[in-house]
Structures are given as structure tokens and as C-alpha cells.
């Protein structure tokens, strides 16, 4: 899962042109439709870079030196304010340029700008189902730390001014944070009793330890030491420069201290009412239409929820029988035969040191062997470092969903894979360990996003731009296409490939489960670790997302089998003509997409081929 909001995911790069629309016109019109198409992204350029002005953590991301000493404004007032002005960029983009003088390339780019308004104006009605500190994922306390820790990069003294100055800056974010949430209370919207407890420990770790009391660094600390360190390590800095840096810092971050106390106090307040039980959608005010928003922003299809219910429990069905195949290959019975048989042999131990060290290890040297075999399949490659570490301790749960992080564009921060390594090995399972790293690494989301900040050609906003079935429909088709790639060594690791699809098709069930049909935490944990084959740690981390994230997982398996149905039909359609290096580049070469968009530039592609 790529580190994004439920409204964004990510993915593009090298806006390879999907279809040589230019080259199929007569020469006589190709000059003008290039003329059209470089305005359009003039234009476009221009406005990014204004929105890009007004989020100095996108300026961050995207490895920009701009506002590197300031936080993203999360106001309601910033958020009109964006709002307002996509309103008019659309606007102006609408009456300066005529669509159907543009190429097919460029018209999609006009499409997508014209969608983000669309899509901003449907979160922004529904604002208040998701303030700040609810989601499992994405709290606030936990999202700020980590921003700090691993995509402010500190490359020069002046970048640890900058997050000395963040850091100062976090504050003012938290006490917005606190007053947005009680504003959302009020409306009728209360975080869950699990997540409002989640905080509260989130929040002492984070100001436990130096230089907040006597105890070990703590985590932001650990951080400007390192980063420091490295500074002085370098001969960036003098040992003197790097104590002056250390003091400001340290001095920044006890001023945080106050600001997470007032979040515990909110918190502990809120935590004797605090819903529990039934906690989805329905229990909110005009919940329904919410949700029905969310399956919109995250599948970008008109499905209802019933329907996404229904094609999980079809491919519930359709996976289990091809799980029950691959155990009578292996001379068992069925599925449940080889489970016991597999538990038996690889009973579940706690994490140790020595454990985690060892699953580190192994997942990283899985993200490399992978990379060797993508030359077969892929005519853009990644080229940046990547690595597969650990999830930070103010966030890590026992049973948390593995997630990922794309490079920054000059590939100084490197691509990540962040993995949660608490409880015990039954979740994350290390037999499960080389399908994980295929959907987190290569070929799923770091290399998507290494692909997509190279991009050079088209409008730049198409970097950032990014919809959840789109990223995570690929993340998952990388595990089905990492068995044709060799990736799997034996029949076992492809029986836990379609265990993970297993969980993927069961997310469908449970997360219209939750919010459309009624369910409680317990019965959606119980149907996950029955027939989504989770185990209770990760069952229970996992309903406690969807609860939180509404509709952000059906993104995965309605994305996979979109493409690949697009797949098909492109075999069927070209026959000896199809070729899976140019496929694979098409998808991923021309930027997260509406699976709409995506088709017809999958369609086009095969009239262009044909």
C-alpha cells in the first residue's frame, strides 16, 4: 500500500505516449495539435506550480527546496481556499483551450485536471467524516513524525534549520488538528475507541525519552542525531556547527511537548464515550452517502456497495478452488489439509532482534533478485536505491499492513518498504515473504513510484497525481505477474501468493461488510481470519483500518481485475502482436489513472498496434 491519503495514491513516469496520436494524423494537422498540447502544458505547469507553492510537504516530496521550513496548512479556511482555486483553474483551463484540438495524450491530461476538481469538491462536502486524528493509517500525531523522519531530507546545514523550524511549526498543525476534530464530534462524527486509545499512546511515545525526560533518544531525536551526524560524518558541518544544530533542535523539540499533551488531553477525555461495537458508515449521519463517496473516490467506478460485496465473495469462491488445486498438487486433500500441514511445520514465534534482522534481510535481498528479472518484461526499469526497513515505534502495531514510499525525484531519499514487526511471525508470515515484497516493491509501488518521479515529458502535476485503484490494482497485479517473472521458487510461495489475493477479495466483503451492511469490528475481524486467512493481530489491525478508511481497500482487487481484463482483451485483440514489455510500460509509463481513462488508453493502444 503506498503511503497516500484515502483520496490519492501514486504512481507515472516518463510520460511514455501511450498512443502515437500525432504520427496517425495527416502532417498538415500534427504541427498544430503539438502546438495545442506544449500551451495546454504550459498552462498546466503554471498552475501546479502554484498549487505546489501552497503545500510546501508536496514541495518536500517532491524534492523541492521551497517552504522546506514550513507545514502544510490543514485549516478548514486553506482547504476553501484550494478548493476556490482548482475551481477556477478548471475554469480557465475550460476557456483558454479547446479540447478537441488537443492530441489524445493531451486530452487526457485535460481530463485528469478537469476529474481533480470533481473528486476535491466530493471531499470537501465530506470533510468532516474524516478529521484529523481518526484514520488508523493517516492520525496526524503519527503522520507529522513521520514526514519529519523520513521525507525531510537533510542534505546541508540549512535543511536542519528547516526542520528545527518544522518542528516549531507542529504545534499550531496539532491544536487545528484537536479543534477540527471536536468540530466533527459535534456534527456526530467521533473517532473509534481503539484509534482514540491509538493516539494517546502514539502521542506519549513520540515525547518519551530525550530530550523530553532522561530515558533513550526518542524518536525525533534519534532522528536529528543521526541526521546530524551524517552532516558532520560528511565534512558538511564542523563538530562545533553540528552541537549549535543539536541545540536549536532540541530546543524546537520541546515545544512540541505542550502541544502532544493537549492532544493526550483531548484524547483521554473523548475516550470514555468513544463508539465501539458498530462503528461503521451507518452509524454516522447520512453515513450511506459518505460511503457511497468513498467507494467513487477509491475504485474511481460507479459501483455500488452491494456490488463490490458480491464480486468479493465470487472471487472469495473462484480463489479458494485454485488454492484447493495447488494442495492436491502438493498430495494433500484440499486447502484446509495443507494449512494445518503448513502450521504444523511453521508454528507461529515471537519477533526477537535476531528474527527481525533476518526478515530485513531476506525482503531485501528479494527486492533485488526481483530487479534482475524485470528486463524480460519492462522496457522502463527503476533506477533508484530501495530498501525495506522497519515501521517507526510510534506507529508500529502488531499486525500492520506493510506499506511503501516512492524515491525522491534525484533519488537521495530512496524508495522504502515500511513493515511492522511486532507481535508475532504469523503476520507478516516470512513464507509470505517474496509476494509481500512483489506488491510493496518490485514490481509494485516502489518501482511504480521511482518510474513516476523520472517523469520528464508531459504536465508535471501527472508526478503526484494518483487514484487508489489504479496504484494498488497494480501493486496487486505485480504478484500474479511476479509468478510469470520466476519470482516464486516452489509451489508453496505461490500458494501464499493466492493466500494474499485470497485477503484482497476478502477486504471486499468486509469493508461493505462495515459500512453499508451493518457489521461490527468482531464479526468483520471473524469473517478476515476465516476465510480472508488472517491471522487475529493482522485481522484485527486491518478491520480497524477499514472502519477508519472507508473504501480505500476495495481499491486493490477492483484495480487487478480491471487490469486484468485489459490484459485480455489486449491478447485477444492482438494476438502475436501483443507485446508485454510495451503493456507493462503503458500502465505504468502513463501516470495513475481513472480505470475509465485507463481503458481507453488501453483501447487506443490496441487500435495503434493493430
Request: proline letters at 6%.
Amino acid at each position: 500500500m503506498l503511503k497516500s491519503s484515502w483520496l490519492c495514491a501514486a504512481a507515472a513516469f516518463a510520460f511514455v505516449s501511450p498512443v502515437p496520436a500525432i504520427a496517425m494524423q495527416a502532417a498538415p494537422a500534427a504541427a498544430p495539435a503539438a502546438t495545442e498540447d506544449a500551451r495546454l502544458y504550459a498552462f498546466l505547469d503554471q498552475e501546479y506550480a502554484q498549487e505546489v507553492a501552497d503545500r510546501p510537504q508536496l514541495a518536500t516530496r517532491l524534492g523541492m527546496k521551497e517552504g522546506k521550513d514550513k507545514l502544510d496548512d490543514i485549516s478548514d479556511a486553506a482547504e476553501l481556499r484550494r478548493l476556490e482555486w482548482r475551481r477556477g483553474s478548471v475554469a480557465r483551463m475550460k476557456a483558454q483551450f479547446d479540447r478537441a484540438k488537443l492530441s489524445a495524450d493531451a486530452q487526457v491530461n485535460y481530463d485528469i485536471w478537469a476529474l481533480q476538481l470533481d473528486r476535491a469538491e466530493l471531499s470537501y462536502k465530506y470533510r468532516q467524516y474524516s478529521p484529523p486524528f481518526y484514520s488508523f493509517l493517516y492520525s496526524v500525531h503519527a503522520r507529522l513524525p513521520d514526514f519529519m523522519i523520513n521525507t525531510h531530507n537533510v542534505q546541508d546545514a540549512s535543511d536542519m534549520q528547516a526542520y528545527s523550524a518544522r518542528l516549531r511549526a507542529m504545534p499550531a498543525v496539532l491544536d487545528e488538528a484537536i479543534a477540527q476534530t471536536r468540530a466533527s464530534e459535534a456534527f456526530g462524527v467521533r473517532a473509534p475507541k481503539f484509534q482514540v486509545e491509538r493516539v494517546i499512546a502514539g502521542s506519549r511515545a513520540i515525547i518519551t525519552g530525550a530530550p523530553f525526560d532522561n530515558g533513550p533518544a526518542s524518536p525525533l531525536w534519534a532522528d536529528a542525531e543521526a541526521k546530524t551526524g551524517k552532516l558532520k560524518a560528511a565534512g558538511k558541518i564542523t563538530p562545533a556547527e553540528a552541537e549549535t544544530l543539536l541545540a536549536d533542535t532540541r530546543a524546537a523539540l520541546l515545544t512540541i511537548k505542550p502541544a502532544y499533551e493537549r492532544v493526550i488531553s483531548w484524547a483521554e477525555a473523548a475516550l470514555p464515550t468513544a463508539p465501539g461495537g458498530k462503528v461503521g458508515a451507518l452509524t454516522l449521519p447520512n453515513g450511506a452517502a459518505w460511503y457511497a463517496a468513498a467507494l467513487k473516490l477509491n475504485t474511481t467506478t460507479d459501483l455500488t456497495a452491494e456490488q463490490i460485496h458480491q464480486i468479493g465473495l465470487k472471487e472469495v469462491g473462484r480463489i479458494e478452488g485454485e488454492q484447493d488445486a495447488l494442495a492436491k498438487q502438493a498430495g494433500f486433500k484440499d486447502r484446509i489439509a495443507y494449512y494445518a500441514d503448513r502450521e504444523r511445520r511453521n508454528p507461529p514465534r515471537p519477533w526477537t532482534d535476531e528474527l527481525r534482522a533476518e526478515y530485513l534481510r531476506n525482503a531485501n535481498a528479494a527486492i533485488a533478485r526481483n530487479r534482475t528479472l524485470l528486463p524480460k518484461f519492462f522496457g522502463v526499469l527503476p533506477e533508484h536505491k530501495m530498501e525495506v526497513v522497519r515501521e517507526p515505534s510510534f506507529s508500529e502495531v502488531a499486525g500492520g499492513a506493510a506499506h511503501a514510499a516512492g524515491p525522491s525525484p534525484d533519488g537521495a531519499r530512496p524508495g522504502r518498504v515500511y513493515v511492522h514487526l511486532l507481535g508475532d511471525t504469523s503476520d507478516p508470515a516470512p513464507d509470505a515473504l517474496v509476494d509481500l515484497m512483489c506488491h510493496e516493491g518490485v514490481p509494485g509501488h516502489v518501482m511504480q513510484g521511482d518510474i513516476q518521479v523520472r517523469q520528464t515529458a508531459g504536465p508535471k502535476f501527472r508526478k503526484t497525481t494518483g487514484y487508489v485503484a489504479f496504484s494498488e490494482g497494480w501493486g496487486l497485479y505485480s504478484e500474479a505477474l511476479c509468478k510469470e517473472m520466476g519470482a516464486f521458487p516452489d509451489l508453496a510461495s505461490d500458494f501464499m501468493r493466492l493466500e494474499a489475493e485470497l485477503f484482497r477479495a476478502a477486504r471486499l466483503v468486509v469493508d461493505t461488510g462495515i459500512h453499508a451492511k451493518g457489521w461490527t469490528e468482531d464479526q468483520a475481524v471473524d469473517y478476515m481470519v476465516k476465510s480472508g486467512r488472517a491471522s487475529p493481530d493482522q485481522a484485527r489491525a486491518e478491520v480497524r483500518r477499514y472502519i477508519t478508511l472507508p473504501g480505500q481497500a476495495t481499491g486493490y482487487k477492483i484495480g487487478m481485475l480491471k487490469i486484468m481484463e485489459l490484459r485480455r482483451k489486449a491478447e485477444s485483440a492482438l494476438g502475436p502482436k501483443f507485446d508485454i514489455k510495451g503493456f507493462h510500460d503503458l500502465l505504468i509509463g502513463s501516470g495513475s489513472l481513472p480505470l475509465s481513462i485507463l481503458e481507453r488508453q488501453v483501447d487506443a493502444w490496441i487500435a495503434a498496434r493493430k
